[in-house]
């Protein structure tokens, strides 16, 4: 059963809620629907699908048809305005880009749909903040100093809502979080493409339960260290 519209309030409360966006790259249909079913398992109920998979359109919808009342779906890798017109038709309830791309936010607009742009620099950041981004992709963060990264660009940006990718794993999802990340993004890490490949579900579930309670416990520990 399908989704109910969400408003864009909704949706950046419940990718805040979870703190987490799975970003899922497979081989087809199927793979995407198994993915999603491993993620939804371990217990996280928001995926991203990447633009870079074949027939990403179809899999946004038959996912939607399959999951949609309980897995919020984003469409990843939108760099056009064809391409987020065609994932929002399909079912996507947000957008991704790896960088800031002006007529997707302007399909997204028009839609009352969410688009988190992609950004690095902290001019890149502003000029997203500038065109009306509530959330903001940190892309490819990890290749640049990770948390260290991320807590430098927040000095500048302390009201910034970012969500770090690229690189971002269990062994440093703490970090990103301790570092002020809005939520953070996961893709091979968490959706291991041979698990996926050979059918080992429980793999992606259990990489996918570990990030929940590290993002839990980080948040809970930030929580403790501002009360004091």
């Known amino acids: ?40 398992a371990g217990g996280i109920p928001v995926v991203e699908i990447t633009m870079t998979i074949p027939n990403a359109v179809s899999v946004i919808r038959e996912v939607a048809k399959q999951h949609g009342d309980k897995v919020l779906i984003g469409a990843g890798t939108v760099t056009n305005a064809e391409q987020a017109e065609a994932c929002l038709r399909a079912g996507a309830e947000f957008l991704v880009s790896p960088g800031l791309s002006l007529p997707v936010l302007s399909v997204a607009r028009a839609s009352e749909k969410l688009a988190i742009p992609g950004a690095l620099t902290p001019t890149e950041l502003m000029n997203a903040e500038e065109h009306g981004a509530k959330l903001v992709k940190i ?7 990770g948390p260290k990264y991320l807590k430098s660009l927040k ?64 948040r809970a520990t930030l929580i403790e260290k501002k009360s004091k």
């Open 1 to 40: 059963m399908p989704t109910l519209t969400m408003s864009i309030e909704d949706v950046i409360r419940r990718i805040g809620e979870v703190g987490i966006v799975p970003v899922v790259r497979a081989a087809s249909v199927a793979e995407a629907n198994h993915a999603v079913e491993a993620i939804l």
């Open 139 to 145: 892309f490819p963060c990890g290749n640049v100093g």
């Open 155 to 218: 000095a500048p940006f302390p009201n910034a809502s970012l969500i770090p990718t690229g690189g971002v794993s269990a062994g440093n999802a703490a970090d990103f979080i301790a570092a002020g990340a809005f939520a953070i993004g996961s893709g091979a890490d968490l959706v291991d493409p041979i698990a996926l490949r050979e059918g080992n579900l429980e793999k992606i579930s259990a990489v996918a339960r570990e990030l929940v309670s590290i993002v839990a416990a980080a």
